[in-house]
Every structure is written in structure tokens, then in C-alpha cells.
């Protein structure tokens, strides 16, 4: 079969990059987002007040287009979303975006093997469907909020009260003035709980396990990105495949890494005053950052010292009229409850056949490369390889399933992507990368990368010399993967666009 309509969902930076990739191939491409606007999580109504990257925008950034010289270290999601959409426009997605249309139903034809027929909802509630060669999923890792099942919701609300997630908290003004209780302590929970105690009348925040957390600058000098985004930081955690370096690192030179990270520690401890605070996390360092980044807001510690955020290591035994109850008998005032409890991730739309094969009963994505399920023809995903350089791993990850379509990458046999596919996810689980449904790359970017560009026949990038180690990403440096494939199937006379893909 010949592979031309090519569907994209979803039109965050994962869709995008996907889009664009297929189009500048030449292929036809057409691309569902179920909101108004571009963006994603960064989109107006999906982003709470003075959200900004955790990723310094130099990292956060597509390869070959640029963040604006004139952003920030850390641009604001305002930011983000402007540069998205100049993106969009530049590389002409922004014509092949049908916005305020839902993909609500995905079923194969003869198997896939025939392509999708994709069934959508737009905003007038018609129902339509088309059919396409090849579907790419870009519906994000955080995109469906989560909100534990909490007793008592509805007294709560109707004593004219408020419950929110992180995303729906998307002005001041339901702040303002108010007791706030915010549940979680990831990063958009501490981002509102430093919101609601800058404008609120009381702040608290309740999480059962602490965790971690990173200041942007060590010593006020340092900028993180040089101590957790290069490829020395990458060594000194776990690999599923590592290089001879970090096997080495990871058996007789585990004293070594263990120094390491013990000092990190120890720096965030004195840095933060965990130890008075009681807030020294119960789990070692390096599991936090297996896990994901998660960088403190600047002032959040200053705050709980001086109790305008007033923190809680317990649960929500329930919601009661006008506050809530906490499990250890306590109770809070409270108007306003902000859920900073994450995501949960979901295909709801694909056939039901196909989603047991993607989506395990327990929550895991059996992805080979985290790209494609070697069980289901002619579908692919985008954005399900998170890491801290979302733009970059998108782009990349799109750029591979191109050339896979074309023919470009020879893969084993069904039975060993299959063998490898699930020994990955396998060895995922028990080293603590099982985060976000197994998608988890926090601290092996370089490493994804490298493999996805051996599998296109280029070489890793960043690497060689003791500078390049100690470089964080760079994601510049793959700027010029597109003209690279493009001198390596002109020297080999590979190119024979449009090809099928055969798995
Ligand atoms: C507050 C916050 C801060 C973050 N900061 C960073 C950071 O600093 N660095 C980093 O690497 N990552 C960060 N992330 C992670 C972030 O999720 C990724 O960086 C990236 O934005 C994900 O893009 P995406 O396109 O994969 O998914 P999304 O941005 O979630 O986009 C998915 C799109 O698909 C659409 N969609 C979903 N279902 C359907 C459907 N059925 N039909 C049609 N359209 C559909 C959605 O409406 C959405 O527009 C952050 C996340 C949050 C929430």
C-alpha cells in the first residue's frame, strides 16, 4: 500500500513536529486538534498564571527553528504558545490544522494493514469520518487532568466552595483573596500554591510523599542545566543498554556514582534547609531524577519557612463544607481546592483491539522505540518519549517514523521488536523510568536519541571530548538531520518515496 494521507491528533509540540515533518516529505497531511488554538499544554486556556518552562528554552526548542534570542532562560507558557504558533505558520502546519474537532473513534481497515478510518466530532456536534493511510497519535502524555476520587466533592462545592485542577486555574482571580488547599507537590502544585500564597488569604499544601527538588541556579551561580542535562549527569543513572563507561559506572564504579549523587543531596539539603523543614525526602535523589525533573519555583522553600505556604505530608480524608479534612483528623478551611495531581493517559478513540495492544491493563504503552506497537499497521505515536526536551525528542521521533515509512530503516523481525520492545519496558519497571505510563526518558534523552538516530545510520551528537560531555543538550546540534539523511540516501540511491511500511 502506498502511504500519502497521513492524520495527525492533536496539534501540541508533538503533533506539530509530527505534521511538519510528513508535509516538508511530501506527504498529505491533515491534522485534528479538539481546541480552538495551538499549543497544547500551553495553550491560554489550559495554562495557569506565570507558568513557565522547567527547561531552560535553549533545551526546550525545536532543532531547526529556534526559540527567539530575545526569550529567557525559562520562557513563560505565553511565551511557549507564540513561539508554537510562529512555528506552525513557518513551516505551513498551520493550513492542515482542522481546530475544534475531536478524533473520537479510530478503527482499522483490514487490520490497518489498509490504513484508519478516523471518526470526529466537530464543534456544530456533526459526526464525520475520513479515511487515511497512516494515523500518527500526538494526544499527549498530559493532556486528560487527574483527580483523585476524594469523599465528599459535592458538600464541598455546594457550600459554594471550589475544586479545580492545575489546568483549569487560569486566572488570579480565583485566588484572590481565598483559603487555598492545594494537593500535590509536582510542579504546577508548587507554581499555585506560590500563586495562592502571593494573592489568597492562606496557603496550604498537602502531599503525601515529598520529593526533590532542584533550584534553577546551584549556589546562585550555577545554572542546573549544567549538572542535570548533559550526558555526565545521563551516566551517573541506570541505562538499559549502557555504553561501556556506564556499565562500568553502574558495577565497579557504583561508589563513584553514589558520591555523586549523596553530594547533590547534600547541597539541596544546606541550599533549601530540608532538614529543618522536615521536608528531606524519604527517596534517594537519583530516583527522583529517573522519574522526572522537577524544579522548585524560585522562593517556594523561603515561603514555607516563613509559613505563607503552610505544608501538610498527609491525605485528604475528605471534603466537608467549607474545608477539608486530612487523615491525620486535622481540618482546614478552606474556598478553594486546587488538584496538582497530574495526568492520567488514555487512548479512549482507538478501537478497542488496537488499545490493548498500546495500552496495557495496568497503564504501561508497549512501544518499540516509543514510537510504533509492531502489532498494529500503519499507526505511530508522537510525545510519548518524556523527557525534558519535549520539541527535540518529538522532532526526532518524527523525523525516524518518516524514514521508517519510506523504507529508510530496515527493522528486525516482527518477533524481535516485539522480544525487545517488552524486555525495554520490562527493565523500565523495575529501574524506576515507569513514570507517565513507561514513557519516562528524564535521564536518558541523549541515550533515545543516539538510538533513534544509529537506527536513520547517523552518528549520536554532543559526544567525544570531555567538553561535549559536560555540554548540556544542545538541540541545535541535530539541526542538521534532515540534509544529513538527505547525503546519505543520495550516496546510497535509497530514496524511494513512497514506501509502504512493512512491519
Ligand atoms: C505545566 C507544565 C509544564 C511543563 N514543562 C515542561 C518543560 O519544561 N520541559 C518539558 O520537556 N516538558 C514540559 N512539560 C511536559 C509537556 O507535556 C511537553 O513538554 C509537551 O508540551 C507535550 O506536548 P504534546 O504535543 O505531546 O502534548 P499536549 O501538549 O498535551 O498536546 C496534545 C494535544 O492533543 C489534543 N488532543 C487530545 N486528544 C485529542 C483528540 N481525541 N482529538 C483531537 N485532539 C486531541 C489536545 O487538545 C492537545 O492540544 C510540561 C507540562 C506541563 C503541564
New binding site residues.
Given amino acids: 500500500m502506498l502511504i500519502q494521507k497521513v492524520c495527525v ?8 513536529a509530527a505534521a511538519k515533518t510528513f508535509i516538508e516529505e511530501g506527504y498529505e497531511v491533515q491534522v ?4 480552538g488554538a ?6 491560554k486556556s489550559r ?2 498564571p506565570g ?1 513557565t ?3 531552560p528554552g535553549r533545551i ?1 526548542t525545536y532543532p531547526d527553528y529556534p526559540l527567539p534570542a530575545s526569550y529567557p532562560e525559562w520562557p513563560t ?1 505565553e511565551q511557549v504558545n507564540a513561539y508554537l504558533e510562529s512555528y506552525a505558520n513557518h513551516f505551513g502546519v498551520v493550513q492542515q490544522i482542522q481546530f475544534n ?4 473513534a479510530l478503527n482499522a481497515i483490514d487490520d490497518g494493514h489498509k490504513g484508519w478510518m478516523v471518526t470526529l466530532r466537530t464543534s456544530e456536534g456533526n459526526t464525520i469520518t475520513n479515511n487515511f493511510d497512516f494515523v500518527v497519535i ?6 486528560i487532568p487527574y483527580i483523585p476520587q476524594v469523599p465528599g466533592i459535592n458538600s464541598f462545592k455546594e457550600s459554594g466552595c471550589s475544586v479545580l485542577h ?2 483549569q486555574v487560569n486566572s488570579i482571580a480565583q485566588l484572590e483573596d481565598k483559603r487555598v488547599v492545594v494537593v500535590g507537590f509536582g ?2 502544585a508548587c ?1 499555585i500554591a506560590m500563586l495562592a500564597a502571593e494573592h489568597g488569604s492562606k496557603c496550604h499544601i498537602i502531599f503525601h510523599q515529598g520529593n526533590w527538588k532542584i533550584p534553577r541556579f546551584f549556589f546562585r551561580l550555577i545554572n542546573f542545566k549544567f549538572l542535570i542535562f548533559t550526558r555526565f549527569a545521563e551516566a551517573m543513572t541506570p541505562k538499559y543498554k549502557p555504553n561501556s563507561v556506564e556499565k562500568w559506572l553502574h558495577s565497579g564504579g557504583k561508589r563513584l556514582v553514589n558520591i555523586f549523587w549523596r553530594l547533590n543531596e547534600t547541597i539541596l539539603r544546606y541550599s533549601f534547609k530540608l532538614d529543618a523543614l522536615g521536608l528531606v525526602p524519604e527517596k534517594p535523589l537519583i530516583e527522583a531524577i529517573v522519574a522526572s525533573i522537577n524544579m522548585a519555583p524560585t522562593d517556594f522553600y523561603k515561603y514555607i519557612r516563613s509559613q505563607k505556604i503552610q505544608t501538610h505530608k498527609t491525605s485528604i480524608a475528605r471534603l466537608v463544607k467549607n474545608g477539608v479534612e486530612l487523615a491525620s483528623g486535622k481540618k482546614l478551611n478552606a474556598d478553594v481546592v486546587v488538584f496538582g495531581t497530574g ?1 492520567r493517559q488514555a487512548l ?2 482507538l478501537e478497542e483491539k488496537y488499545r490493548h495492544q498500546c495500552l496495557d491493563k495496568e497503564g504501561y504503552f508497549h512501544l518499540y522505540r516509543n514510537l510504533i506497537n509492531p502489532n498494529v499497521p500503519n499507526l505511530a505515536f ?2 510519548y518519549n ?6 527535540l525528542s ?1 522532532d526526532i521521533g518524527a523525523r525516524w517514523l518518516v524514514e521508517l515509512v519510506k523504507g529508510h530503516i530496515s527493522l528486525p523481525a516482527k518477533e524481535k521488536l516485539i522480544a525487545e520492545m517488552e524486555a525495554d519496558l520490562e527493565w523500565r519497571k523495575s529501574h524506576g523510568y515507569a513514570g507517565y505510563g513507561g514513557t519516562c526518558f528524564f535521564s536518558s534523552t541523549f541515550h533515545y536519541l543516539d538510538t533513534l538516530l544509529h537506527d536513520m545510520g547517523l552518528p549520536a551528537r554532543q559526544t567525544g571530548s570531555f567538553v561535549a560531555v559536560m555540554q548540556p543538550l544542545n538541540s541545535q546540534a541535530y539541526s542538521n538531520v534532515r540534509a544529513q539523511l538527505q547525503d546519505l540516501h543520495r550516496a546510497t540511491k535509497k530514496d524511494v518515496f513512497p514506501k509502504n511500511l512493512k512491519l
Avoid at 474537532?101 to 473520537?104: A, G, L, S
Avoid at 518524556?386 to 520539541?391: D, P
Wanted: glycine letters at 16%.
Fill in positions: 491528533i492533536g496539534a501540541g509540540i508533538s503533533g506539530l485534528y486538534e479538539k481546541q495551538i499549543g497544547g499544554v500551553w495553550e495554562r495557569y507558568v518552562t522547567q527547561t526546550y507558557g474537532t475531536e478524533v473520537i500526538c494526544n499527549g502524555v498530559n493532556h492545575s489546568t510542579k504546577s507554581d495526568f479512549p478513540f508522537v510525545g518524556t523527557g525534558f526536551s519535549a520539541n518529538s
